[in-house]
């Protein structure tokens, strides 16, 4: 499995620093500091999800979308609260399956028995997930969709739009066949209207088209552009929001209808929906939001300017805090402290947001931060309970020790990929919390299992099904 | 199916936020309490306010939360702040984070909001609540003791770091978790281009966090009502959640030790797929620098034969040769050639021109629109993505739509926002009996 000539540099193990032990991080505290944090850890510490119930194993979720993280990210969600969730995928795979950062294939990873390497970021979200392959341009594949949604709660597709209708496998025909089914389809800009989607949108096409690349990074006058996010995270929004459609539809389904639904999911309008007061400041004047790069047009203090050894972000929105920032870098440096404190134009809270009152502000911040690291600024800081802290890079987010404590971030011993270091799921709940079972399965690798048990189909069956290249 | 209509004018009638009021609502019958303040609280109970949940949202007294007095430049405020208030305004901040809910005042310090707390939890059925961990148990109101009142009751604490474990005392901001989380550090420009690492804009840690919470307390009432009958506590991490969104970069950076950098405007794995700049305002009259601004597109042309296409678009034919395999073309340092390449092409053109002449060529654009191009644009407004709401406090406003759409239970919103204690006699007087003199006792002591 493991490359020898890749990389060439020495790879420290995770965690390089070891995990704190709880007698590390409580120490120094009385008994009763140490209560309460101690009885939350005793109701969420994850080393004990598996002696837990999950929130979903009622629930049997297909994933037949492809080549977009949308419909990925949505079933992971529901993967990872319990469901029973089956990825579909064409006989050549995902698309997503193959891609790899700049084309450097010595990233993907092979997994023990078949040696079929995987990319990183498909692999990151295929976890809790089987795959089965299915060919659904052709009619005996369509047959067998048919054949399977029947055994689904959900289903998740993101063809163009109309494609599965005109197929015969839509919305409208599968409600025949499973009246209980919930029908998610999931894309960047919709099934209707005048831009519906055209096959091949991917995110950042949703980022574009919905005002958030407009707005985010430096303004022009500060050598900035619009920008992207470095993620799919149109996507990752889309398939979070509609998560919140299916599991909506499914509490109705069983509580009131007996019926499933159609949830319609747009990575672009799950991004509108939290653009915050874009929409309504624009109505009530025309106001066209601005780039405000790494501060905040509506608090003040509230940005990420830059540190000795890279860059670093303080908050305070209110004056107790202000108060607390100023004599916090009055400590090392009182000509700051004094020329904030003597400016009159800065007494009142909501005077700060002006954008000429941010500059002075952040510039005489920036002053003081020039001479500390990251590391000493967030001490002193929080010393005066000032939320701080750096940007961290992605070693740094790995070797957190608070992320590490608390398993955010943790390396997974998985029986086909061996170690695998990844982010955890963020559904930590007290009686049935979200776990990973495991990180992900090659292209079709429970073909065998899926078919018998769902639809009867032996080997003979599915050899020939293989050599009609319909799996 | 002869008579079925095409399924593009099936989905429209399905969908259309028009209709939305015709239908029933799928969270009829649950009852939220959202002790809430900033963003990641208050906008998990909005979502749920949006699905049709009767959400109280509980403030403090007189001011409200904090959010309702921030607002872009301080400028744009919504009149009034709260029912002691009519002269002071609401902060465009808290919009978008409160919708559909019933705004009262209580304020936790007192021994009464207690009590009144627990009545309220024992006909509730989700609580969420974001004060540092901890307040609320010394309070008397934490997951300990509001579940033995109401064992159903799913309690859910959102924030920063969480409770437990060495940053536990921490408090976070959307900045903060998405600078900590990591996808600041690896979204802008590189450094080697002159970039520095870039906030996405809106507060994405904390509305997308609310996003995940709400998805957590929709799948623990499913558990509850069809699996278990209990309640449960949920702690949502906005770090956390930042931290699951860094894609490959944990998996490579744990087996091989490389660390994922800032790509700017390109993508790692596609090319291309990346925003270019193009060299002509759309609005060069414009008084607004917004508008007078040079244009920016997104190109996607990363199949080979689109690639191609693209080669004879910008009459670089070469190109399509040198980098004829995606494997090439993708490679950090075949990236820069490519994009310069269709720059220089874009240089004289606005994005409208560039995407003309790529539809053209049935290569995939998309154009980076603005607020104002969004707020126009017929899509936009044919799906209710955004919409004017006739507001009963603050009249016409022009608010976004809810995140997702449903067939036959669609989300919807209501209104946007009250001010803070609008609901105390509704509330109070329905759900704890207080007469319209306790309810006057209650305001005079300012307990609410």
């Known amino acids: ?471 | 199916m002869a008579t079925a209509p095409d399924f593009e004018t099936y989905c429209q009638e399905l969908f259309d936020h028009k209709t939305a009021f015709g239908k029933p609502e799928v969270l009829k019958g649950y009852r939220v309490l959202s002790c809430t303040q900033y963003i990641l609280g208050p906008s998990c109970a909005s979502y749920l306010g949006e699905l049709g949940a009767e959400v109280i949202k509980i403030e403090a007294p007189r001011r409200g939360e904090p959010m309702r007095h921030t607002t872009p430049f301080n400028e744009p405020l919504l009149y009034p702040l709260s029912r002691w208030a009519p002269e002071a305004g609401t902060g465009l901040g808290f919009f978008g984070a409160n919708f559909n809910e019933e705004f009262v005042s209580l304020d936790f310090h007192r021994p009464e909001a207690r009590q009144a707390m627990s009545e309220l939890a024992a006909k509730s059925d989700v609580m969420v609540q974001n004060y540092r961990p901890g307040t609320f148990d010394r309070w008397g109101i934490g997951y300990q003791h509001l579940s033995k009142v109401n064992p159903r009751l799913v309690y859910q604490w959102l924030g920063g770091f969480g409770g437990w474990g060495p940053g536990r005392v921490r408090a976070s901001y959307d900045i903060l978790g998405q600078a900590q989380g990591g996808a600041f550090g690896i979204t802008g420009e590189a450094a080697d281009r002159g970039g520095t690492p870039a906030k996405h804009t809106i507060w994405l840690a904390d509305y997308w966090g609310g996003m995940m919470a709400a998805v957590q307390v929709l799948a623990a009432l499913y558990w509850r009502d069809t699996v278990s009958g209990e309640g449960t506590f949920i702690e949502y991490s906005q770090v956390h959640g930042v931290t699951r969104m860094l894609e490959y970069a944990l998996p490579l950076y744990g087996r091989y030790g490389i660390r994922r950098e800032r790509w700017g405007n390109w993508d790692t794995e596609l090319c291309v797929h990346g925003i270019i700049q193009c060299g002509k305002s759309s609005y060069p009259d414009s008084k607004n620098p917004q508008e007078a601004e040079v244009g920016y597109i997104l190109v996607t042309a990363h199949t080979d034969e689109d690639f191609k296409k693209l080669c004879d678009v910008i009459g670089r034919k070469d190109l399509a040769t040198t980098y004829a395999k995606h494997d090439d073309r993708v490679k950090a340092q075949n990236q820069e050639p490519v994009y310069e390449a269709i720059e220089a092409w874009a240089k004289d053109k606005t994005k409208e021109d560039v995407a003309k002449l790529l539809d053209k060529a049935g290569i995939l654009n998309q154009p980076v629109w603005n607020a104002k191009e969004v707020s126009e644009h017929p899509h936009w407004k044919l799906r209710g993505a955004v919409q004017w709401i006739d507001d009963p406090m603050y009249g016409d406003i022009h608010a976004q739509g809810p995140a997702f759409k449903m067939s036959d239970t669609p989300p919807r919103v209501k209104w946007t926002m009250k001010p803070v204690g609008t609901d105390n006699e509704k509330v109070y007087g329905r759900l704890l009996g207080w007469s319209k003199s306790k309810i006057a006792e209650m305001e005079d002591a300012e307990v609410i």
């Open chain 1, 1 to 471: 499995m493991a490359d020898t000539t890749f990389p060439k540099h020495k790879v420290l193990p995770w965690p390089a620093v070891p995990i704190p032990t709880p007698d590390e991080v409580y120490r120094g505290l009385t008994d009763q500091a140490k209560e309460y944090p101690l009885s939350l850890e005793a109701q969420l510490r994850q080393s004990d999800n598996f002696k837990k119930p999950e929130n979903l194993t009622t629930v049997r979720v297909l994933d037949v979308s492809k080549g977009m993280i949308i419909g990925n990210w949505c079933s992971s969600m529901l993967s990872e609260l319990g469901a029973d969730t089956i990825k579909c995928e064409p006989p050549d795979g995902d698309p997503l399956r193959w891609l790899t950062p700049f084309g450097r294939k010595e990233y993907m990873f092979k997994d023990a028995e078949t040696g079929e390497p995987i990319g990183l970021h498909f692999l990151h979200e295929m976890r809790n997930k089987q795959s089965i392959t299915l060919d659904l341009e052709k009619e005996e594949g369509r047959e067998l969709l048919k054949k399977l949604v029947v055994h689904f709660d959900v289903l998740i597709e993101n063809y163009p739009p109309g494609q599965f209708d005109k197929w015969g496998i839509g919305y409208r025909q599968l409600k025949e066949i499973n009246p209980r089914l919930v029908y998610a389809w999931v894309g960047q800009k919709g099934q209707w209207g005048p831009s519906k989607d055209k096959p091949g949108n991917l995110d950042p096409t949703a980022q574009a088209s919905c005002g958030f690349v407009h707005g985010t990074g430096l303004p022009k006058e500060f050598g900035g552009r619009p920008t992207r996010s470095a993620m799919w995270m149109a996507d990752q929004a889309g398939g979070t929001s509609t998560a919140m459609g299916i599991l909506a539809s499914l509490l109705y389904r069983d509580k009131v209808s007996g019926k499933g639904q159609f949830v319609e999911g747009t990575a672009a309008e799950a991004v509108i929906r939290i653009l915050d007061y874009n929409w309504a400041w624009y109505g009530m004047d025309g106001s066209i939001r601005p780039r405000y790069g790494n501060w905040d047009l509506a608090i003040n203090i509230y940005a990420v300017n830059p540190c000795k050894d890279g860059y670093f972000m303080v908050g305070g929105g209110h004056d107790r805090l202000w108060y607390r920032i100023w004599r916090t870098v009055g400590q090392t440096r009182a000509d700051l402290e004094d020329e904030i404190l003597d400016d009159k134009s800065l007494r009142v809270v909501v005077a700060r947001l002006p954008h000429t009152k941010q500059v002075k502000t952040y510039t005489v911040l920036a002053d003081w931060q020039k001479d500390h690291s990251r590391a000493d600024a967030m001490r002193e800081l929080l010393a005066q309970q000032v939320a701080s802290g750096g940007v961290n890079y992605v070693d740094e987010v790995a070797e957190d020790p608070h992320f590490k404590y608390r398993g955010h971030v943790d390396q997974f011993e998985d029986r086909l990929y061996g170690k695998v270091l990844y982010g955890t799921t963020p559904f930590i709940q007290h009686k049935a919390p979200g776990r990973l079972k495991w990180i992900g399965r090659p292209l079709g690798y429970d073909n065998e299992e899926i078919y018998l048990k769902l639809l009867g189909l032996g080997g003979g069956d599915l050899a020939g099904l293989k050599k009609r290249g319909v799996v």
